[in-house]
Nanobody
């Protein structure tokens, strides 16, 4: 069982930046960030493969968000720039033992989430 602990959420004005961190207790094949806004389904935001450092993003965050990793710390980051009010959501860190697509069902482990609020 891998434990995931997120940190870094908070309140920021539109156009601002935040960096989320996710510390993992063990190594997995992929790690990802999802988000869930009030009244909406949880959606994929960004993902990374440990073995290749390949990154993937949903279209709405491309050019604004960057996912990265620190192997020594077993930690994944999500740098969020040019934030918009529509980015407001609870952000969840997730991980999977194998690649089964960037979907909620494809993940094996989840963090408890961290709230990001972007004011207009």
């Amino acid at each position: 069982q891998v434990q995931l602990v997120e940190s870094g959420g908070g309140l920021v004005q539109a156009g601002g930046s935040l960096r989320l961190s996710c510390a993992a207790s063990g190594r997995t094949f992929i790690m990802a960030w999802f988000r869930q806004a009030p009244g909406k389904e949880r959606e994929f935001v960004a993902g990374i493969r440990w073995s290749t450092d390949s990154t993937y993003y949903t279209d709405s965050v491309k050019g604004r968000f960057t996912i990265s990793r620190d192997n020594a710390k077993n930690t994944v980051y999500l740098q969020m720039n040019s934030l918009k009010p529509e980015d407001t959501a609870v952000y969840y860190c997730a991980a999977a033992r194998t690649q089964r697509g960037w979907s909620v069902r494809g993940m094996d482990y989840w963090g408890k989430g961290t709230l990001v609020t972007v004011s207009s």
